[in-house]
């Protein structure tokens, strides 16, 4: 059973927040990310099917890289990439709105009307997922450390956009001000869960491998029988990374608002005196 914290917690304890949160969650959200994972899944079959054969393995390099070049051209390849950001957008932030619901105690919140909930957000945050991405691109170019800087300072935008319910540019400055002061527990905690997940998502695409070997595939079924398999695994790790920036908003916000309490009650008892 899931239970809000009322105090700061410690690494470990925001953690196992996390995989309450996630248990408690998942029953509202695990057809919300199955749904997800079928349409990013079939985009992603789309994607591969156009552009695997534009770059045979039988040619040289350059003229692999002039045919996937050519690929490129094609106007639908434009048009399913922007697609996959899109959705990935936006059943990103119905999966945050609906583990904060039910972080609130609504357990009996609907994942798919979270869509039409948070679609209003979807502008502001494909547009500030842009901007990150450019400052972020240009921190790695410089040794790499700016880049993960701030990969980490922003970390929670997408938490602070749907519970404060504010502009883009409020919910950035929310996780660079939150995670002030606390940018190495917040990476520890981050690196932590996306250890378990690449080890998650690894074992299933190493099994499959297996079976597509021993099987013989033929290209299709591996294409398909592929997304399938990632379709599996993100119904498992995508809400327990999920969880766990909503477990850690949740902490920096006590923390953060703590703080502000503690300073007034400072000040007011200054002011007494």
């Known amino acids: ?3 809000a914290p009322q105090s700061p917690r410690s690494i470990g304890g925001v953690m196992d927040d996390a995989i309450d949160l996630l248990k408690a969650s998942f029953r509202a959200s695990w057809m919300l990310t199955a749904a997800y994972a079928l349409v990013a899944g079939a985009i992603g079959v789309f994607l591969q099917w156009k552009l695997l054969p534009a770059s045979p393995l039988g040619v040289g390099s350059t003229q692999r890289v002039a045919a996937a070049l050519a690929a490129y051209a094609n106007p639908l390849i434009w048009l399913s990439y922007l697609g996959s950001i899109f959705v990935s957008t936006w059943f990103t932030l119905a999966l945050v709105r609906t583990q904060i619901e039910v972080a609130r105690g609504n357990t009996a919140v609907s994942g798919f009307a979270q ?3 948070v679609l209003r957000f979807v502008p502001g945050a494909l547009f500030g997922t842009l901007l990150m991405s450019i400052a972020v691109i240009c921190g790695m170019i410089l040794l790499f450390i700016p880049g993960l800087f701030l990969i980490i300072r922003w970390v929670i935008v997408s938490p602070a956009l749907v519970d404060r319910q504010q502009g883009i540019f409020d919910a950035m400055g929310t996780s660079w001000s939150y995670v002030r002061g606390n940018w190495w ?3 520890t905690i981050v690196t932590v869960v996306a250890i378990v997940v690449i080890i998650v998502a690894a074992v299933f695409a190493m099994i499959f491998g297996y079976v ?3 099987l013989r595939l033929d290209r299709a079924t591996l294409l398909i029988g592929g ?6 695994s993100q119904v498992l790790y ?3 990374m999920v969880a766990t920036l909503v477990a850690i908003y949740q902490d920096l916000k006590l923390r953060k608002e703590g703080g502000d309490i503690e300073a007034r009650l400072s000040s007011l008892g200054s002011a007494r005196a």
């Open 185 to 187: 527990r917040t990476a």
């Open 115 to 117: 869509l039409g909930t």
């Open 238 to 240: 995508w809400p327990a």
């Open 227 to 232: 997304q399938l398999v990632s379709a599996v």
């Open 212 to 214: 597509a070997v021993a």
């Open 1 to 3: 059973m899931y239970s």
